[in-house]
Structure formats: structure tokens, C-alpha cells
């Protein structure tokens, strides 16, 4: 992962109110910098490209197994800030992404990750960084296993949902669904 950035990652947000070390608050939010670096990073190299790039720094990422959520839905789900919520809608509403990219890092137990949907004939890209607890993806993981994909979800602070992706190879957010099946 690249440099890092300032955050607005508070001890809250990344303990979900469990006692942690300074010292691992500390590396947990140097590795959410560097994913929203990584994240900054491809957008500058998209848009010197003449791309059009939106990015979102997700304020917070849910892994949602079949049984977590509503029916049938699975997936992560990223709450989108507010002041980024239309450009999300609108390049989820718009834009026809026919290639995707995961890159990702664990580190303290915490997976890191930067999601980014290509759209080559629109030259428009939607990239996501995001990090969820990896103990806690099981159900996810299980359910993204028996369904052969994946999804992402882009939703408001109230819920309101701006969209969704299908990731028809899900290996690429769980690597280790693919070393299981080798």
C-alpha cells in the first residue's frame, strides 16, 4: 500500500467499543491512511487518463451474510459519506462497469481494501476503500462461497441504498475461498 493520508478514523469507529492498545489503534489507522492513499492514488492515475474517478472513503464497512440483513441480500456494505452520496448514485445509476479490481491487505485481524469498477467505454471509474473485521466475514464468506459471487452495497447513514454491483468472481475478496477449493 502507498503513502499515507489523514483520516477522520476515530478510536470508536475502528475498536466497535472493545479495549484495544494505543499502539494498535495507532497501526490500524496508518493502514486505513494507506488505503485511502492506494484509493487517492489510482484516482489521480485515472483521471491523468482523462478519466472521470469518483472516490469514496466508505465511513464505515458491514460484512452481511444471508441471515445478517434483509432477505436474500449479502455482501459488503459501504456507508457512503454524505457529501458523496449523489456522485455514487449517479455513477452507480449511469455507468456499466464491465471490469473490476480488488486489492487488498490484512493486518491486525482487519481487512483493507480498495474496490474499483472500470467503465472503459464511459473512461469512468468508482473506487471504494473500505476495511471490515475479518473474523467477522464468515457468514459472508460462506454465503459469497455457496452463490459462486459477491456484492457490493452503496448505502446512505439512513440506509437509503444507492446501489449494488454483482462480482461474479468473489475469489478476488476472499483469496482464501480460492485456496480452499485448489
Request: charge should be negative; glycine fraction near 6%; hydrophobic fraction near 35%.
Amino acid at each position: 500500500m502507498s503513502d499515507s493520508t489523514d483520516s477522520d478514523v476515530t478510536d470508536s469507529a475502528i475498536t466497535d467499543g472493545e479495549e484495544v492498545d494505543e499502539e494498535k489503534i495507532e497501526e490500524m489507522k496508518e493502514a486505513w491512511d494507506r488505503t485511502v492513499g492506494d484509493m487517492e492514488a489510482q484516482a489521480t492515475a485515472h483521471e491523468k487518463r482523462e478519466w472521470k474517478a469518483v472516490s469514496v472513503p466508505a465511513d464505515h464497512t458491514i460484512t452481511e451474510g444471508l441471515n445478517d440483513g434483509p432477505a436474500d441480500r449479502f455482501g459488503l456494505i459501504h456507508v457512503v459519506p454524505d457529501n458523496l452520496a449523489e456522485d455514487v448514485s449517479e455513477a452507480l445509476d449511469t455507468g456499466t462497469f464491465s471490469q473490476y479490481n480488488v486489492f487488498r491487505a490484512v493486518e491486525n485481524g482487519y481487512v483493507y481494501l480498495v474496490i474499483e469498477l472500470l467503465d472503459h467505454d464511459a473512461q469512468e471509474a468508482l473506487l471504494t476503500a473500505g476495511s471490515y473485521e475479518h473474523a467477522g466475514a464468515e457468514p459472508l464468506i460462506n454465503a459469497s462461497k455457496n452463490a459462486g459471487s459477491t456484492y457490493t452495497y452503496y448505502q446512505k447513514h439512513d440506509e437509503t441504498v444507492l446501489g449494488s454491483f454483482e462480482h461474479e468472481e468473489h475469489e478476488k475478496f476472499f483469496p482464501d475461498i480460492a485456496a480452499e477449493e485448489e
